[in-house]
């Protein structure tokens, strides 16, 4: 039997990854209908859009590696599109907004976010709300708006968000259920383990000298040990 009949006859181990895990679950989810789309839209387009063609910049965090970085912390509200779950990553961020608590809005019309910046070659798939409007940012950004309007504008994009988010399900996950205990992550038992660094003697030391330097060096790790214990 050759080299490549043997590994044809393997049978590989189906233990389940955290990958599959995440991306190959049954979880069930329903995007927003196209009344509410076009509801959200209407009310999305204000004079901010109008005035810059960055403005998204100040109102969200763009990308789905951005809001995952910040989804714990200065996220209230996330929108996607449902191509995402086509690339797998729409899981992770569905697992993301439910361990968080915070209101997602998955879009059924995949091209709806190209919409919001007009004559832009950026790719919008996924946007976190930001939690508030940092005047510095927009003043980086060159943005014309003023803060006041911004901050309107984020206001009522949280609540359009949190009154018209989408309803999903995750089976393995459901940490709103009542008879579910909340998700909680076990602290690994680390051991201390106390390691002396080797020590390069000088040629010119006498072998007593040594013996004498390395007695010490066990008295010492012996006390050390001793307090540990």
């Given at each position: 039997?050759?080299?490549?009949?043997?590994?044809?006859?393997?049978?590989?181990?189906?233990?389940?990854?955290?990958?599959?895990?995440?991306?190959?679950?049954?979880?069930?989810?329903?995007?927003?209908?196209?009344?509410?789309?076009?509801?959200?839209?209407?009310?999305?387009?204000?004079?901010?859009?109008?005035?810059?063609?960055?403005?998204?910049?100040?109102?969200?965090?763009?990308?789905?590696?951005?809001?995952?970085?910040?989804?714990?912390?200065?996220?209230?509200?996330?929108?996607?599109?449902?191509?995402?779950?086509?690339?797998?990553?729409?899981n992770h961020?569905?697992?993301?907004?439910?361990?968080?608590?915070?209101?997602?809005?998955?879009?059924?019309?995949?091209?709806?976010?190209?919409?919001?910046?007009?004559?832009?070659?950026?790719?919008?798939?996924?946007?976190?709300?930001?939690?508030?409007?940092?005047?510095?940012?927009?003043?980086?950004?060159?943005l014309k708006?003023?803060?006041?309007?911004?901050?309107?504008?984020?206001?009522?994009?949280?609540k359009l968000?949190?009154?018209?988010?989408?309803?999903?399900?995750?089976?393995?996950?459901?940490?709103?259920?009542?008879?579910?205990?909340?998700?909680?992550?076990?602290?690994?038992?680390?051991?201390?383990?106390?390691?002396?660094?080797?020590?390069?003697?000088?040629?010119?030391?006498?072998?007593?000298?040594?013996?004498?330097?390395?007695?010490?060096?066990?008295?010492?790790?012996?006390?050390?040990?001793?307090?540990?214990?």
């Amino acid at each position: 039997m050759n080299a490549s009949n043997k590994g044809s006859s393997r049978t590989r181990n189906p233990v389940r990854t955290r990958h599959s895990l995440l991306t190959s679950t049954s979880t069930k989810w329903q995007a927003l209908s196209q009344d509410a789309q076009g509801l959200f839209y209407s009310k999305f387009n204000g004079d901010i859009r109008n005035k810059d063609t960055k403005w998204s910049r100040g109102l969200f965090y763009i990308g789905c590696n951005e809001v995952l970085r910040n989804i714990d912390k200065n996220i209230v509200g996330v929108i996607f599109t449902q191509k995402l779950f086509s690339l797998g990553i729409g899981n992770h961020i569905l697992i993301a907004c439910k361990i968080r608590n915070v209101p997602c809005i998955i879009l059924a019309n995949n091209g709806e976010m190209v919409k919001w910046h007009p004559g832009s070659s950026l790719s919008m798939s996924c946007v976190g709300l930001r939690g508030k409007i940092e005047p510095e940012r927009l003043n980086t950004l060159g943005l014309k708006g003023t803060e006041y309007t911004y901050e309107v504008t984020r206001s009522c994009l949280a609540k359009l968000i949190n009154s018209s988010q989408s309803k999903f399900d995750i089976p393995y996950l459901d940490i709103n259920s009542k008879d579910s205990p909340q998700v909680q992550i076990q602290l690994p038992s680390i051991h201390t383990l106390v390691v002396d660094p080797k020590i390069e003697y000088p040629k010119c030391m006498r072998r007593s000298e040594k013996r004498r330097l390395r007695k010490e060096r066990r008295s010492a790790r012996k006390i050390v040990e001793a307090s540990a214990n």
